[in-house]
C-alpha cells in the first residue's frame, strides 16, 4: 500500500501538465492586474487586498477549477483507457488503488490551486506596501430570514487570521474540484469530461446561484474559492461536493471486474 502510494503521488506531482498549470495561472494573474491595475494610481491598497482583488479580477476560479483537474486527475481515465488497470490491479487490492489514486489527486489538486496564488502572494507583499488593508466581513449562520442577518454571527477579521483563512480556503477549493474531476472519471474513459466536470460545476454555480431567487443565499461558487461574506455559503457547497463525489463511488463501487470493464 505504501509502494503504490508514494508511486501515485509522485505520478501526480511530477509531470509536464503542471508547466501548462502555471501558464494558466500567469494568464489569470495578468489578466487581474490589468484589470485592477487602473485604480492603483488613484487609492493605496495594502498587499493582501491587491492579491485578493488580482484573484478575483483575474477569474481565478474558473482557472483554478481546471488547474485542480490537470496534473492528474484523469489517470484513472488513462489507465482504464489504456487497459494498464489489469497489470496494477494483479499486484493491490483495487479500494487501496483508489484511495491512493484520490489522495494523490486531492493532494495535487490543493498543490495546483494554492502554489500558484501563494507565489502571487509573495510577489504582491514585495511589489506592494503592507496597508491600508480592506478586508470583508465575515459572517457564519443559517438564512432562515433573508431580509435578517445577526449582527453577532458576523466580524471583521484580523489581517493574519484571514490570510490563514484564505489559503485555507484555497487548498479546499482545489482538493474538492479535483475530486470532483476524479468522480468523473470513475464513470467515464474520456479525458474531455473529466476536464470539463469541475469547470461547468464552477460556471453553474458562479453565473446561475447569484439570479436565483431561492437559491442566492448561496452567493456563488467564488464563495468556496475566497471567504468573504457568509461562510455557511462556502460550507454547504463543500458539502453538495462531497455528495457528488460519494455519489460517484457509490456508482463505480461493485466489484473488481467493473474497473477492467
Known amino acids: ?7 501515485q503521488i509522485t505520478r501526480a506531482l511530477l509531470n509536464k501538465r503542471w508547466v501548462l498549470v502555471f501558464l494558466l495561472a500567469a494568464l489569470s494573474f495578468t489578466y487581474g492586474h490589468a484589470q485592477l491595475a487602473p485604480s492603483l494610481g488613484d487609492s493605496s491598497l495594502g498587499a493582501l487586498t491587491i492579491w485578493q482583488l488580482i484573484l478575483l479580477r483575474g477569474y481565478y ?4 477549477a481546471l488547474m485542480a483537474a490537470l496534473p492528474f486527475a484523469d489517470s484513472f481515465s488513462r489507465e482504464k483507457r489504456e487497459g494498464l488497470l489489469t497489470s496494477i490491479l494483479l499486484r493491490a ?7 491512493a489514486k484520490f489522495l494523490a489527486i486531492a ?10 496564488a501563494f507565489l502571487l502572494l509573495v510577489v504582491c507583499l514585495i511589489a ?19 431580509n435578517l ?3 453577532a454571527a458576523c466580524s471583521n477579521p484580523v489581517p493574519g487570521s484571514y490570510l490563514l483563512l484564505s489559503l485555507v480556503f484555497l487548498g479546499l477549493f482545489g482538493s474538492t474540484y479535483a475530486a470532483l474531476a476524479m468522480a468523473a472519471s470513475l464513470v467515464s474513459k474520456h479525458s474531455i469530461p473529466v476536464f470539463a466536470t469541475p469547470i461547468l460545476l464552477y460556471a453553474f454555480g458562479y453565473y446561475i446561484l447569484p439570479a436565483s431567487i431561492r437559491l442566492n443565499w448561496l452567493i456563488s461558487t467564488e464563495a468556496a474559492l475566497i471567504p468573504a461574506g457568509n461562510l455557511f455559503a462556502a460550507l454547504v457547497q463543500y458539502l453538495v461536493a462531497v455528495l457528488l463525489t460519494g455519489f460517484a463511488w457509490l456508482a463505480f463501487r461493485k466489484k473488481e471486474r467493473q474497473v477492467l470493464s
Open 128 to 146: 506592494y506596501p503592507s496597508g491600508p488593508i480592506r478586508l470583508p466581513d465575515l459572517c457564519f449562520f443559517l438564512p432562515l430570514n433573508r
Open 107 to 116: 493532494l495535487s489538486g490543493i498543490a495546483a490551486v494554492l502554489l500558484p
Open 149 to 151: 442577518i445577526p449582527a
Open 93 to 99: 487490492d483495487y479500494r487501496s488503488y483508489l484511495f
Open 1 to 7: 500500500m505504501k509502494r503504490l502510494l508514494a508511486s
Open 61 to 64: 476560479g474558473f482557472f483554478a
